[in-house]
């Protein structure tokens, strides 16, 4: 039966990735559990879909999938997006698991700019695709310093950003990748998920793995670790806000993503964390459109 | 001009036997020399002496092939510069240190703002306070002359000589107490130069600041510097007063150094 459920798609083996790539592939990761927030380099393969779908994020969900895992795979926040159905499809053929829609039913939840409304629990792991690992990139080029920036702790200019928001904005107008730093150690950027998002990681019960393909770097936020989002004294650090509710569920306290709905500049705000909202719907929430 | 008697007891700076080689050729030979504190060190010669590698091995950037160099630190411990840990000597080379480039891009971050930039040494050093940095930016872009209102602008929307300022007041803003300027006035018109000069020797006399200053123009080093070293093919050929080396060239090659200026 084992056989059987191995080889589910002609010819690959479990969950598409060889046994000897998973096995690099977790010696990574055990490393990056141990050193929390630190990048560590892997031997990153091609994967059968472009660099920027998540390539990094969908190695690290290969190594550590196994016949039992229930996976669910979120695109902005949505289980119904092109890349998320297509990873979701990917590894129900290749390693014959079941998927879910359920953040409470999940395993391993594979994300991209979002961590579900829902807390995660202690059995649960989430997996970020990350585009740029380097929170430093922007403010330093050169790779061989950014290491030693990292090996010396030496982070006063990922402040300068700031204050550069603050002088040209009067606030903090990073908004996205807000950069925090792990275990009062490593500098670390959370991939694009918005800031919204950034006091969930501070803690979380869950496994937190960061897979970045083509930068070929993995690093992790064991769980309850404490995460800390950068800022001033005088401009602490806030989350968005927004004036509307939920159109759909009528919910106030979750991530709203503003959706153009004619051609009269009419548009609404709905949850951008669908199975959030379906839920809230199926618990006889309802907003000013549901 | 200097904070006390006690400061005067023990050289700032001690250089002994600084030489360094790329490969077959030779950078600098066995330079030696005290600095003292609020003393103004000039270092000149043609270009291709050593000047510049000189420089680079006194602030730490290069490592020489041999010699040693100790700085006295502000608790009075005398340390061993090139036997200090990579944190160490970042830690010194954005608090107590400063280094000017000749050329401000070098020593700038050219996509953040001018007030950024002042800024960072603070925030490296562990400033979170927004409205206080912003204060000390202020106040630091003010003493060297810059127009407030450009505290928000990006360096390459400055002139030369504002980016050389701007520079100048990144490297102060902690408070150094030794500053290296490689050709701080080069590659700026005349009239810019004299506006330096005097912000810069203003400086120096008001903080007591101690500086080494590489320049191939001996009007820049009459003016700046308290005591001169003159440089060739990589080895101090002449040393002393300025206003006595100047004046009274003993070497052959200082005497043709002097000489080559033109009078007016």
């Given at each position: 039966?084992?056989?059987?459920?191995?080889?589910?798609?002609?010819?690959?083996?479990?969950?598409?990735?060889d046994?000897?790539?998973?096995?690099?592939?977790?010696?990574?990761?055990?490393?990056?559990?141990?050193?929390?927030?630190?990048?560590?380099?892997?031997?990153?393969?091609?994967?059968p879909?472009?660099?920027?779908?998540?390539?990094g994020?969908?190695?690290?969900?290969?190594?550590?999938?196994g016949?039992?895992?229930?996976?669910?795979?979120?695109?902005?926040?949505?289980?119904?997006?092109?890349?998320?159905?297509?990873?979701?499809?990917?590894?129900?053929?290749?390693?014959?698991?079941?998927t879910?829609?359920?953040?409470?039913d999940?395993?391993?939840?594979?994300?991209?700019?979002?961590i579900?409304?829902?807390?995660?629990?202690?059995?649960?792991?989430?997996?970020?695709?990350?585009?740029?690992?380097?929170?430093?990139?922007?403010?330093?080029?050169?790779?061989?310093?950014?290491?030693?920036?990292?090996?010396?702790?030496?982070?006063?200019?990922?402040?300068?950003?700031?204050?550069?928001?603050i002088?040209?904005?009067?606030?903090?107008e990073?908004?996205?990748?807000?950069?925090?730093?792990?275990?009062?150690?490593?500098?670390?950027?959370?991939?694009?998920?918005?800031?919204?998002?950034?006091?969930?990681?501070?803690?979380?019960?869950?496994?937190?793995?960061?897979?970045?393909?083509?930068?070929?770097?993995?690093?992790?936020?064991?769980?309850?670790?404490?995460?800390e989002?950068?800022?001033?004294?005088?401009?602490?650090?806030?989350?968005?806000?927004?004036?509307?509710?939920?159109?759909?569920?009528?919910?106030?306290?979750?991530?709203?993503?503003?959706?153009?709905?004619?051609?009269?500049?009419?548009?609404?705000?709905?949850?951008?964390?669908?199975?959030?909202?379906?839920?809230?719907?199926?618990?006889?929430?309802?907003?000013?459109?549901? | 001009?200097?904070?006390?008697?006690?400061?005067?007891?023990?050289?700032?700076?001690?250089?002994?036997?600084?030489?360094?080689?790329?490969?077959?050729?030779?950078?600098?030979?066995?330079?030696?020399?005290?600095l003292?504190?609020?003393e103004?060190?000039?270092?000149?010669?043609?270009?291709?002496?050593?000047?510049?590698?000189?420089?680079?091995?006194?602030?730490a950037?290069?490592?020489?092939?041999?010699g040693?160099?100790?700085?006295r630190?502000?608790?009075?411990?005398?340390?061993?510069?090139?036997?200090?840990?990579?944190?160490?000597?970042?830690?010194?080379?954005?608090?107590?240190?400063?280094?000017?480039?000749?050329?401000?891009?070098?020593?700038?971050?050219?996509?953040?703002?001018?007030?950024?930039?002042?800024?960072?040494?603070?925030?490296?050093?562990?400033?979170?306070?927004?409205?206080?940095?912003?204060?000390?930016?202020?106040?630091?872009?003010?003493?060297?002359?810059?127009?407030?209102?450009?505290?928000?602008?990006?360096?390459?929307?400055?002139?030369?000589?504002?980016?050389?300022r701007?520079?100048?007041?990144?490297?102060?803003?902690?408070?150094?107490?030794?500053?290296?300027?490689?050709?701080?006035?080069?590659?700026?018109?005349?009239?810019?130069?004299?506006?330096?000069?005097?912000?810069?020797?203003?400086?120096?006399?008001?903080?007591?600041?101690?500086?080494?200053?590489?320049?191939?123009?001996?009007?820049?080093?009459?003016?700046?510097?308290?005591?001169?070293?003159?440089?060739?093919?990589?080895?101090?050929?002449?040393?002393?007063?300025?206003?006595?080396?100047?004046?009274?060239?003993?070497?052959?090659?200082?005497?043709?150094?002097?000489?080559?200026?033109?009078?007016?």
């Amino acid at each position: 039966m084992t056989q059987a459920r191995t080889m589910t798609d002609g010819g690959y083996n479990f969950a598409y990735l060889d046994e000897q790539t998973k096995r690099m592939i977790r010696r990574a990761i055990l490393k990056a559990v141990a050193i929390p927030g630190h990048q560590v380099p892997f031997g990153s393969r091609e994967m059968p879909l472009p660099y920027g779908w998540g390539t990094g994020g969908i190695q690290v969900t290969a190594s550590i999938i196994g016949l039992v895992d229930v996976l669910k795979v979120i695109d902005q926040g949505a289980d119904d997006t092109t890349n998320a159905v297509s990873i979701r499809r990917f590894f129900a053929r290749t390693a014959g698991v079941a998927t879910t829609e359920a953040t409470a039913d999940a395993t391993i939840i594979q994300t991209r700019h979002r961590i579900p409304e829902t807390a995660l629990g202690d059995d649960q792991i989430i997996v970020y695709q990350v585009p740029i690992p380097e929170p430093l990139r922007w403010l330093e080029p050169r790779e061989a310093e950014t290491r030693k920036m990292h090996g010396l702790a030496d982070y006063g200019v990922m402040h300068v950003k700031l204050y550069e928001d603050i002088a040209t904005y009067g606030h903090i107008e990073t908004s996205y990748d807000y950069p925090v730093l792990v275990n009062g150690r490593y500098l670390t950027a959370p991939s694009p998920i918005p800031k919204f998002d950034n006091p969930k990681m501070d803690a979380m019960a869950a496994l937190q793995l960061f897979g970045a393909g083509r930068e070929k770097r993995i690093y992790a936020i064991p769980p309850y670790t404490r995460v800390e989002s950068l800022d001033f004294e005088d401009h602490p650090f806030a989350v968005q806000t927004w004036a509307a509710r939920c159109a759909i569920c009528g919910a106030e306290d979750s991530f709203l993503d503003e959706v153009i709905i004619d051609d009269h500049g009419g548009s609404m705000f709905v949850c951008s964390d669908t199975d959030h909202c379906g839920r809230r719907v199926a618990a006889g929430h309802r907003g000013e459109e549901g | 001009m200097m904070d006390g008697a006690a400061l005067l007891d023990a050289p700032l700076l001690s250089a002994r036997g600084i030489t360094h080689s790329y490969g077959e050729r030779i950078g600098c030979r066995d330079v030696t020399f005290d600095l003292w504190p609020g003393e103004v060190l000039g270092v000149v010669g043609e270009s291709g002496s050593g000047k510049t590698t000189l420089l680079n091995c006194l602030s730490a950037q290069v490592i020489p092939s041999a010699g040693s160099l100790t700085y006295r630190l502000r608790t009075g411990d005398q340390a061993d510069v090139y036997a200090l840990s990579e944190a160490e000597r970042r830690m010194l080379m954005r608090t107590d240190w400063g280094f000017v480039h000749q050329n401000p891009r070098d020593g700038l971050r050219m996509g953040v703002s001018a007030g950024a930039n002042v800024g960072e040494r603070l925030m490296a050093v562990g400033a979170r306070h927004y409205g206080a940095i912003r204060e000390q930016v202020t106040d630091w872009l003010g003493r060297v002359e810059m127009d407030l209102d450009r505290i928000d602008d990006l360096p390459s929307r400055f002139s030369g000589g504002m980016q050389q300022r701007v520079q100048i007041a990144r490297n102060l803003v902690s408070g150094p107490r030794l500053v290296f300027m490689d050709e701080p006035t080069g590659g700026l018109d005349v009239s810019v130069q004299a506006r330096l000069l005097d912000l810069l020797r203003g400086l120096t006399n008001d903080l007591g600041l101690s500086a080494v200053i590489v320049t191939h123009d001996l009007a820049v080093a009459r003016l700046l510097s308290h005591r001169l070293m003159v440089m060739r093919r990589g080895a101090v050929v002449e040393q002393g007063l300025t206003d006595q080396v100047l004046d009274d060239p003993q070497h052959a090659y200082t005497q043709l150094l002097v000489s080559s200026v033109l009078q007016t």
